[in-house]
């Protein structure tokens, strides 16, 4: 069937931890995941995106994880800061029925920095 | 900014009114989406149009009509709407989907909806 789901509604972190946000998938055809930020008041922001011939790609302070056996992915997030907080979104990417590319979304998790 | 443009940011409408949202991407992309985010609930999409055509229809009630007049410009016309349609309302474009690999999608701020 067609879901991703995310391990936790909420995590909460102290300023400068580092932060590691989960999400399973169900379809071993996807072949593309991608995290978004979503910021209150605002539309889903890109993060950072894996295709699935890698298990690991990095970005300016955010690491994503692939492991394709379990159906996993997580995204790291260094040195995590306040202008972190936000929700956070994995979704997998495949061709739809017409051919075009479709994403399946998690439901997302709130990451709540404390000073 | 994204690219993506959305207006209006929000909009209030009774059950009979008719109303019309719109996205705008200025990023030379050729695929538009709608979707709909409620409380609660993942992202879910609506419509997708690829080279100005309907390629994708998830089973969207009627009283929501899209438009794709040139691959900039995307509208939801809104007609008839219940309660239960309130939500945010979200645009996205990427790059070209049809024959490829599955391109990132860049979203819009959205449209919070209110039906009452």
């Known amino acids: 069937g067609e879901s991703v789901g995310l391990h936790l509604p909420t995590l909460s972190v102290q300023e400068g931890d580092n932060s590691i946000i989960n999400c399973a998938y169900s379809n071993s055809a996807s072949d593309y995941f991608i995290w978004y930020k979503q910021e209150s008041g605002k539309g889903p922001q890109f993060i950072i995106d894996i295709r699935s011939n890698m298990d690991k790609r990095q970005g300016q302070r955010v690491t994503v994880l692939l492991n394709k056996t379990v159906k996993h992915l997580s995204l790291q997030i260094a040195a995590t800061q306040p202008g972190d907080s936000a929700v956070y979104f994995c979704?997998?990417?495949?061709?739809?029925?017409?051919?075009?590319?479709?994403?399946?979304f998690g439901q997302g998790t709130t990451l709540q920095v404390k000073p | 900014e994204t690219g993506v443009t959305q207006t209006p940011r929000h909009l209030v409408m009774g059950m009979t009114n008719k109303k019309s949202l719109k996205c705008e991407q200025h990023l030379g992309h050729n695929a538009m989406y709608w979707y709909k985010q409620s409380a609660k609930k993942p992202l879910e999409l609506m419509f997708v149009?690829?080279?100005?055509?309907?390629?994708e229809n998830n089973s969207v009630p009627s009283r929501f009509s899209p438009e794709c007049p040139n691959s900039s410009h995307l509208f939801l016309h809104l007609h008839t709407l219940q309660p239960e349609d309130s939500a945010l309302y979200l645009c996205?474009?990427?790059?070209?989907?049809?024959?490829?690999?599955?391109?990132?999608?860049?979203f819009g701020p959205g449209t919070r909806l209110t039906v009452l």
């Open positions: 149009y690829s080279l100005e055509e309907r390629v």
């Open positions: 996205a474009s990427s790059q070209d989907p049809s024959g490829r690999a599955v391109d990132t999608q860049y």
């Open positions: 979704a997998e990417g495949r061709k739809g029925s017409s051919n075009t590319g479709k994403l399946i």
